[in-house]
């Protein structure tokens, strides 16, 4: 291959990305355009044409899979030599080499979860938490570290950062501090550790940070707007004052700001870097007109500078549908229905996903499909290599390929060994035996594939371990069910957007601006996880026979056409009329409210209230003992802000709790009565007083 061969077939801004040999650059890629393209053939071309050699590139992804993708696309392109690693990963590999060196002794062991040091840590100061609140306090701890928050500063932070702790500040700072003690004596180390001490070796010991450099000198780094500080300081030691840099991202895709993300490095950029090459790619290649029509109109009402508008590259396709149901479990067996169709029509099964805000809105998807008989894959559970069933059959088939003859036909071999295990021709009903039935089924179509292309069992097994150690599991046929959090990066066929209601999308805890916006990016990245088919769906109430109180997402005004009637669907575009919410103004004043906040509160930050603090208190006791018993996060029982509005307004009947914004059918059917009696309590003790 040519060098300029490399350089064939791109759209002229992959080719000017690919051309930019040379940093700093900074790509703009909208969603579907073709970033890992672009880049992958930058790399290439440069080592192809001498600018760098192989062994002096270091491509920074998020995930192992997505690395692997770009060493599988860089040996295709003639650069095998290059480095492609999570940031985790390269600085795991650079640690663990120069510790005997520079420090001495054993390198720290790797811890893959805060839990059970984290569990260690509560026992030592006596506390008991339950597993969803010891989750939660971990990603407290991981959103510190990767800010570079110590526990001295944890709870000043939060005040300033407007974050809500899962448990008091104090209490945060304290299994903090303890967590960290037990990490350096027991001599481990957690993921941000790892970023941590790599940064801090190179600055420490110059002749380590000098053979670093040495050997990396050209950095590409993807998902750019996902970087947090902590990897943006290891990224700066690494570069060590150069400016050979290209970074890739989207800042309409910035959805992990809740673990510490922040896209201000990726729009920042040209800042940083006055001198640098900015370049958008916003052909989309990945999805029909009519969804990036609905992609780009999600995004007018943002409040951002850096929206990309995407141009459509594929012919036209079936416009986007919305539907409304009386209830989520008609919902549910209405996508359930409309799932079935789309794979009568011939859309297989595993290119259809359902998105949903949070994991607990899969249950109801989970037993509409059982029910129509619909095989679905839930993500975010096991990795497909770490299921039992998969480690099992890839310890037989390594130890059949020690032992097959010349010749052995692969796709039946494989299939003979996976029979012994409980693959049979026809799949059971559903539940755990669907489930491992459909994981053997990937590995037995795998070796189908595998064997056209000239593979023996010798060669599948290696395949399988490669693909093992990229966390690149085989298809699953079977709808996915996702979150839309685990949706990103991946794409479908067909994508059913589900659950779109106030309170859930936007969910009900996001009060600033900044976490509004964010919440409108997650619809926008569940759009566009779409080729073809996109359905948006929403329940009035909860239950069947349930006040039908909910309403649609406001991120749906002015996309849906004209508003839906129940049961029925609508197309999008289908004229303008709008949803407009009434204004809320202030109890006090008068003044018209526009923060989500002081919309809850119902009255200006500003003006001064009156309320029974010994109330808010009882309120507050109450929620942690909810929470706990129920195994969720106080903040999905009541935020601040709306135990501050109860204690305010002093509600005495269900009227008045409804009428507290944050407050609907469900959570008074859930907490109405126990917070009716507090505060009738509290109403008693003071006619008393």
């Known amino acids: 291959m040519a060098p300029d061969d490399v350089l064939a077939g791109l759209d002229p801004e992959q080719r000017e990305v690919a051309e930019a040999v040379r940093g700093p650059v900074c790509v703009l890629a909208g969603a579907g355009t073709g970033k890992t393209r672009a880049i992958t053939h930058r790399i290439a071309h440069a080592v192809r044409t001498g600018v760098v050699d192989a062994q002096g590139v270091l491509a920074v992804t998020f995930t192992t899979r997505a690395a692997g993708e770009l060493r599988q696309r860089l040996r295709q392109l003639g650069a095998p030599g290059v480095q492609a690693r999570t940031f985790h990963a390269a600085a795991l590999r650079q640690l663990t080499y120069f510790w005997p060196r520079v420090i001495g002794g054993e390198p720290p062991r790797v811890i893959e979860s805060k839990l059970p040091l984290l569990g260690d840590a509560c026992r030592a100061v006596r506390r008991s938490p339950d597993r969803s609140e010891l989750r939660d306090i971990a990603s407290e701890i991981e959103w510190a570290k990767a800010t ?6 944890y709870a000043e932070a939060t005040r300033k950062a407007g974050r809500t702790p899962p448990v008091p500040a104090e209490d945060v700072v304290r299994l903090y501090e303890v967590y960290e003690r037990l990490r350096r004596e027991r001599h481990l180390v957690d993921f941000e550790t790892i970023l941590e001490l790599t940064a801090a070796v190179m600055t ?29 300081l290891l990224l700066d030691t690494w570069l060590g004052g150069r400016d050979d840099l290209c970074v890739v991202g989207d800042p309409n895709q910035t959805i992990y700001s809740f673990t510490g993300a922040t896209p201000r490095y990726l729009t920042g950029f040209p800042v940083e870097y006055p001198d640098a090459a900015v370049i958008r790619l916003v052909r989309d290649y990945r999805s029909t007109p009519q969804v990036v029509s609905l992609a780009n109109r999600v995004l007018d009402r943002a409040r951002t500078p850096h929206k990309l508008t995407l141009i459509a ?13 009386d209830d989520e479990t008609a919902e549910a067996e209405g996508v359930a229905r409309a799932v079935r169709k789309l794979a009568d029509g011939g859309v297989p099964t595993r290119e259809i996903a359902v998105l949903f805000r949070v994991n607990a809105q899969s249950e109801a998807y989970e037993q509409a499909f059982s029910r129509a008989g619909v095989p679905y894959v839930l993500r975010g559970a ?56 459909e994981s053997l089924k990937a ?40 979150s839309l959090h685990a949706a990103k990066g991946l794409e479908w066929d067909a994508v059913f957007l589900v659950g779109l209601t106030e309170g859930m999308l936007p969910i009900i805890y996001a009060e600033t601006p900044d976490q509004i916006e964010e919440e409108r990016r997650l619809l926008y990245v569940g759009v566009t996880r779409a080729r073809a088919h996109l359905v948006l769906s929403w329940a009035l109430a909860r239950s069947p026979g349930g006040r039908r109180s909910r309403r649609p997402s406001r991120f749906l005004d002015g996309l849906t056409g004209r508003a839906p009637s129940r049961g029925r669907t609508t197309p999008a575009g289908a004229g303008e009329r709008r949803q407009v919410a009434t204004p809320v103004s202030c109890r006090i004043c ?39 018993e129920t195994k969720v996060p106080q903040w999905a029982v009541f935020t601040d802000v709306t135990l501050q509005a109860i204690a305010e307004r002093a509600p005495v009947s269900e009227q008045d709790l409804l009428a507290i914004a944050g407050i609907g059918r469900v959570k008074l059917d859930r907490y109405g009565e126990a917070v009716l009696g507090l505060c009738r309590t509290a109403a008693d003790r003071t006619e008393d007083a």
Request: with cysteine; charged share 30%; proline share 7%.
């Open 382 to 437: 096991d990795r497909f290599f770490e299921r039992p069933e998969v480690r099992q059959a890839v310890v037989l088939l390594r130890g059949a390929a020690r032992s097959a003859e010349p010749g052995d036909a692969l796709a039946s071999t494989v299939h003979h060994i996976l029979a012994g295990i409980g693959l049979t021709p026809e799949p059971p009903g559903g539940g755990k035996a669907r489930e491992k039935w």
């Open 313 to 325: 590259q594929r012919p036209d396709g079936p416009e986007p549908v919305f539907t409304e149901y």
């Open 148 to 153: 570079q928050i110590g526990p001295e500063d």
């Open 204 to 232: 420490e010991h110059r002749e380590v940070a000098a053979q670093i450099r040495q050997q990396y000198r050209y950095f590409v780094v993807d998902e750019y707007q996902d970087v947090n500080p902590l990897q943006k």
């Open 590 to 628: 008068g003044k018209t409210l526009a923060a989500a906040a002081e919309q809850k509160l119902g009255r200006c930050s500003a003006c001064p209230v009156d309320y029974d603090e010994s109330l808010l208190e009882a309120l507050k006791v109450w929620r942690a003992g909810v929470a706990k």
């Open 443 to 482: 590995l037995a179509d795998l070796a189908e594939d595998l064997a056209t292309e000239g593979a023996d069992l010798a060669g599948f097994v290696t395949e399988l371990e490669r693909r093992a150690s990229e966390q690149h599991a085989p298809p699953v046929e079977g709808v996915t069910l996702a």
